[in-house]
């Protein structure tokens, strides 16, 4: 039914943060741009010669053949177990010194971010985020009733600056200090920046001082084409106050739905018994056995190649088609490139003339907890062919052209 | 970790409801009993051989060929969206008047009740619940922090005149009534019992005249093996009120961990909102291409029949060996039958004994929200042979005759 039937007979019993949010869009309700015949720039979809559909299928086989009924009972076998300790592994390579039990496995990392809001997040309280971040995070945070603040994001990522000088104001003022601080700092969603290493420790400084939670969602970290690695969040912390969040939605297929949480003792204990109800035990055994063969490792390095080949030439088309007073980031990794339209564009009020032109995107304001970002919008490379990428990126290019000379 | 080992660092940042239960054990860890060399009797385990190994590498397979990648990405192919018909085309099996859109699917049926939970439940709200009844709902009720009433089942299930007493002195004395009460009305978990038709339109009238809902966990209710149906909550509701559960856990495996949520569109539009991140497309097209073959039903016919065969078994084993101050159920269905033993006996205290006879099963005590049920014991008869099946019960009578005699 649509927001507009809605008689309200129910209203009274739900919670105080589900009542507040009622008539709002929901998860998922940025699936509602449809042009089928311009070319889709807005989801972060992994290319579709990705998906390892036969080895899937083969290690499906695999593991009834050597686990027998195991693998769809309760709890799992050896694959499924396993697991947990084939993420660690990924973790470690990613600089994080951790094993099997430092994980509890989820369906998918939304998942694992709503679990750990489930364990923190009470109605009323702060959540700072960089702005513009992933709107899944921001429609997830609604459905707790906190308190989100928004800070910049420029090349080097979130103005960790700026969120010094609010905590040192509120701490001042005796106003609430936040209680998490959400950051996708490795190729963001939807930015494509990459938090410097300076700003990370000094986050994680000013997390430790003012007794906050760092969430890392590393959902690219594996994704990087260009330049050094960066250390992670959770490596550099020393505190135990970083909660990370992953998924192999991007370097598997978005349809095996599964992610992790990996934090120190004190926390995971806690989480894991918040996370509700069993797990997902014929795709982990599946998984299991596909990271037990190499695949994974093999897979990803041919995605790298992939992805920079696409990321390269989105950068490429926008230099050639965009006007001047057009700016867009300069991603090492990831799937996006976040593209500032002239100021005075509304990257909303353009779909419309846009998808005519023969491309649909993300409008940037979905990305924000508050009313910026109007003049922005989200690209994705991930998985348009480059002919699709160019006929899109000329149409934004004439569809901006146009409203620039209204 | 243990829990002795925390040092209580960052207990201050968890939710009020998670503080208070910092210490308690968390879902799954009923699992911990554990002696090798007896049979267990403990968990609700479909029988290895009901698993559709095959089938769904079939299945997998042809879903690949037949969708390509689109069973991989974001939102699925053609098989995974019409998974939500292919259930409510069960739940129509079951009378329910509904269809696809009148159903959210989730990952399991406990996940289901979280959602459930998260839409509604607040910390300190009231929670009615059949004594004994899943453990697994208890330890989530508790992640929300909710004040639980557990009402004794008989033979018909729910005592419904308890509720409404119950119901009647809260209101007339102003105490907090609830918002929601919890069943399992066909073939029970653990008590194997169903509430009779009387007793469902009762309790709805009740659910309309004190104003809360009526949470129906059906996971058991297509495996019917004696007597006739009982209609459904759902089906009986004329008002809305009923949200119901489901689960393919039984019925396919609990491996694939697929469940559902139906519900009137107030609440459903809001209980979708609430279930943030995407769903496994992989085991959704899977199963949707299982389902649309014909197999669901084709393997249901034989579950039943199996599933009678190890019923009846049980219970003339029971007949067979268990003292004459011993009582149990009479389950038309399900997996379970509850065994109360003589009053002064302790089952979570015999329960070594019982295992070094050669038995082990889950104490009562864990079945309620408050400490009644400790001279009871959940005997599963789902998975496994019936010479095991003889074994074990004769063992738990031979336990239970010796802590007679103590």
């Known amino acids: 039914m649509t927001n507009d039937d809605r008689t309200g007979a129910f209203d009274h019993l739900f919670t105080d943060a589900v009542r507040e949010g009622l008539g709002e ?19 972060g979809f992994p290319y579709p010669e990705s998906f390892p559909n036969d080895e899937l299928v083969a290690a499906a086989e695999a593991v009834f053949e050597e686990e027998g009924d195991r693998a769809l009972q309760y709890g799992g076998g050896d694959y499924s177990d396993r697991l947990a300790e084939l993420v660690a592994e990924r973790e470690r390579k990613r600089g994080i010194d951790c094993d099997g039990d430092d994980v509890v496995l989820t369906n998918g990392s939304t998942h694992a971010i709503d679990v750990v809001c489930h364990t923190f997040l009470e109605h009323g309280d702060e959540v700072f985020v960089e702005a ?43 106003r609430p200090l936040p209680k998490l601080l959400y950051t996708i700092p490795t190729f963001q969603n939807p930015s494509g920046t990459t938090l410097s290493r300076d700003r990370r420790e000094r986050l994680l400084d000013l997390a430790a001082e003012y007794d906050f939670l760092v969430l890392e969602d590393d959902a690219y970290g594996e994704l990087r084409y260009f330049g050094d690695d960066v250390p992670t969040l959770a490596e550099l912390d020393e505190t135990g106050r970083v909660v990370r969040v992953n998924t192999l939605s991007k370097t598997v297929a978005p349809g095996v739905r599964t992610g992790w949480i990996l934090a120190d003792d004190e926390i995971l204990d806690t989480v894991g018994r918040m996370c509700a109800g069993g797990t997902n035990t014929f795709t982990q055994s599946v998984l299991g056995r596909y990271f037990a063969e190499g695949t994974y490792e093999r897979n990803l390095a041919e995605f790298r190649e992939n992805y ?99």
Chains 1, 2 share one sequence.
Not at 25 to 43: E, K, Q, T
Request: some cysteine; overall charge negative; proline content about 5%.
């Open 132 to 174: 513009p971040t992933f709107m899944g995070a921001l429609k997830l945070f609604a459905n707790y009733g906190v308190e989100i603040t928004g800070f910049e994001n420029d090349a080097d990522g979130l103005d960790v600056d700026a969120v010094a000088a609010e905590l040192e104001s509120r701490a001042a003022e005796g």
């Open 308 to 406: 920079a080949e696409r990321c390269t030439h989105m950068l490429d088309c926008l230099d050639e088609h965009m006007p001047e007073s057009a700016e867009w980031t300069d991603p090492d990794g990831g799937f996006f490139v976040w593209v500032e339209l002239p100021e005075d564009i509304d990257a909303e009020e353009l779909l419309p003339a846009a998808a005519d032109e023969g491309v649909t995107y993300l409008p940037g304001e979905m990305f924000f907890p508050d009313d910026r970002g109007a003049n922005c919008v989200r690209l994705s490379f991930s998985h348009v062919s480059f002919e699709e990428m160019d006929r899109a990126v000329a149409a934004l290019a004439r569809a901006t052209r146009s409203a620039m000379a209204d």
């Open 25 to 43: 869009d929901g998860y998922g309700s940025w699936r509602a741009i449809d042009a089928p015949d311009a070319v889709s720039l807005s989801f």
